[in-house]
């Protein structure tokens, strides 16, 4: 995927409302984004909706307007199975410089049109690479959130993994120049399988994170236990069918979260139903779950800090029984 051009540029008609020309903005880069990447990318379909700044006055939207205007429309979560409404520009192979020796390879995703976004980190899991999440940060960025998908060695100790990732949240809040249109303080963790294992060890760590979300999350280190029970952020468990892959220790995560956790399965859903690549053509349902499952808690968790918003939205799925063994504490 290559960046979008600056949907600044695109014409206006002629002597509009400043609200009116934020509104074009958002409009042409819908339309951006569908004609100049739809060839490379899933056929997922463009929402229709359009997001408006807070003050009409302005042409600059907020993250947080699009984020409040997400949970005040009670979008429900089939809504995000489509890419959302906004440009993304994509920096691929950058280096996040730890320290003089301790370099970490990343793909940046980055929403064009708003500013004061939320910033998501993916972490993938056991023997996969960041493209294996590729498309889901590029899916985030699309409905208004930064987002980050790393490169940690994919086998190894995951328990070390959490204690990087910890030192990847700081650093990034560190720097905040870095990450001009990023808001610090809503910085959400997102990890598969044994890469949900090292999420929970950063929270454990106290990483400065808004809460996290779990895909097929699979236990990895006698310690994690301890380390669950020291989570005090929210916490969503987005599983596979255990009927079709039951993850290693998966019951764990709900069970030791002691309160602001939640978890659901996807109906015939498997474990690498999880990951979304660029090259996928998003022909499975399953994986379409996860993938606006995941996007609601996103937003849930960084505009609210609470599960509630998530919860609502997949209403729907729960009563068609496509999300099932749901729970909530």
Known sequence: MTSESDASKAPAPARPAR??????VVTAASMALLIGSCAQMPSTGITSIVFQPRDKASAVLEGEAVQDQVVEKRIGVDQFKLRGPFTVTTREGQYLRLSAKERILADFYLSSETRNAPLVILLHGYNNTKADHAYQGMHLATWGM????????????????????????????????????????????????????????????????????????????????????????????????????????????????????????????????????????????????????????????????????????????????????????
Request: no cysteine; charged share 20%; glycine share 6%.
């Open 146 to 329: 930064n987002s980050i998908v790393l490169q940690l060695p994919n086998r190894g100790s995951w328990i070390n993994h959490g204690r990087t990732l910890a030192r990847i949240v700081d650093y990034i809040r560190k720097r905040p120049s870095d990450f001009p249109n990023a808001d610090m303080s809503r910085i959400v963790l997102v990890g598969h399988s044994f890469g949900a294992s090292s999420v929970v060890y950063a929270l454990a760590q106290g990483a400065q994170a808004s809460g996290a979300v779990l895909l097929d999350p699979a236990a990895f280190g006698a310690a994690l236990p301890a380390a669950l029970v020291k989570v005090n952020k929210p916490v969503l468990v987005i599983g596979a069918d255990e009927e079709v892959f039951p993850a290693r220790g998966r019951e764990l995560f709900f069970r030791s979260i002691r309160e602001n956790v939640a978890e659901l399965s996807i109906r015939n859903a498997g474990h690498e139903d999880a990951q979304f690549r660029l090259r996928d053509d998003g022909s499975r349902e399953e994986q379409m779950a996860f993938l606006s499952a995941m996007t609601s808690a996103v937003i849930s968790i960084s505009s609210t800090s609470r599960l509630d918003y998530a919860w609502q939205s997949y209403e729907p799925a729960i009563a068609a029984q496509r999300f099932f063994d749901v729970r909530k504490k």
């Open 19 to 24: 609200w009116q020309r934020a509104l074009a």
